[in-house]
């Protein structure tokens, strides 16, 4: 029976993040589904093996992966929120987040059979993890932006994730207009309705 491979932790680190670029843009290429184990191992350039000494299954390193893209977002729009204390700077990180939903389909389109078939396998802990607690990210990047909500917390939180649902309307409003100028100018009138700046 063949040994594990020994690998040191530098090793798996590197060998880590080479499988989660590979798994990301495998996911945005072509799903969940039909990205295999051994695709990955051929284009990370290790064995199966190797692979299950870092990953126990296929889905853990998805799992992995969605976090990362997750974590990734929040701290991109709390540092566009805080370098920017403005409005301005909210609508820009909107837009900012607006873009790499649409370059990510799974973040939002989680009711894919594709993503169904992700979801279905992972155990009740882990699925519940993947659900951003986008209501206390709210909070988080309205204070990083040093605003103060104009309207009641609850309509603000829903006006925005309204807002970043018509990403999923992309194709269907691509034939008219351009979608992300669409977005953009729906931000900044929101943005108005929605926030005060705080008194420098």
Not at 58 to 84: A, H, S
Not at 132 to 137: G, Q, R
Not at 159 to 176: F, Y
């Amino acid at each position: 029976m063949p040994s594990k491979p020994m690998l040191s932790e530098e090793d798996k680190a590197e060998i880590r993040k080479r499988l989660k670029a590979l798994c990301e843009g495998r996911w945005i290429a072509r799903g969940y589904k039909r990205t295999s184990v051994k695709e990955l191992c051929a284009a990370a350039g290790i064995s199966i093996g190797t692979f299950y000494v870092l990953y126990p299954a296929k889905e853990d390193l998805f799992l992995e992966t969605i976090r990362d893209i997750q974590e990734r977002l929040k701290e991109q729009v709390l540092e566009t929120n805080g370098r920017e204390r403005s409005r301005g700077g909210f609508a820009r990180a909107l837009k900012e987040l607006y873009r790499e939903y649409a370059a990510k389909p799974f973040l939002y389109n989680v009711g894919t059979p594709d993503f169904r078939s992700f979801a279905a396998k992972l155990p009740e802990e882990a699925a519940r993890q993947i659900k951003l607690d986008s209501f206390a990210f709210f909070r988080q990047a309205v204070q990083a932006a040093g605003l103060r909500l104009r309207q009641e917390e609850s309509l603000a939180y829903g006006a925005l994730s309204a807002l970043l649902s018509t990403v999923s309307a992309r194709e269907a409003l691509s034939a008219a207009c351009d979608p992300s100028a669409v977005f953009g100018h729906m931000a900044e009138v929101l943005m108005e309705n929605l926030f005060e700046e705080e008194p420098v």
